[in-house]
């Protein structure tokens, strides 16, 4: 199980199947893992990481110091998909 709560307001949990997104201003979102590919994370200049995750209809970003957390969750998905 992945918990991540990011400095920009969602919170992601991952259990290995179903993917949540708790946010304030968007609301809950869930993915089945078979909604989902493994997502490419995009750095730019700042180190500021962002995933695109259901076809791009949800966009996440991760601040620099919350960058292994980005990749736990890139390789969870990619794990569950395999």
Not at 22 to 45: K, M, W, Y
Not at 57 to 70: M, Q, R, V
Request: proline share 6%; hydrophobic share 45%; aromatic share 4%.
């Amino acid at each position: 199980m992945i918990e991540l709560r990011l400095r920009s307001g969602p919170v992601i949990a991952f259990d290995g199947r179903v993917l949540e997104i708790f946010d304030a201003a968007t609301g809950s979102r869930r993915f089945h893992i078979r909604q989902l590919e493994t997502p490419e994370p995009v750095e730019d200049a700042d180190g500021v990481r962002t995933l695109s995750l259901a076809q791009g209809s949800l966009t996440l970003s991760f601040a620099p110091d919350e960058a292994p957390g980005c990749e736990r969750l890139v390789a969870a998905i990619a794990d569950a998909r395999a």
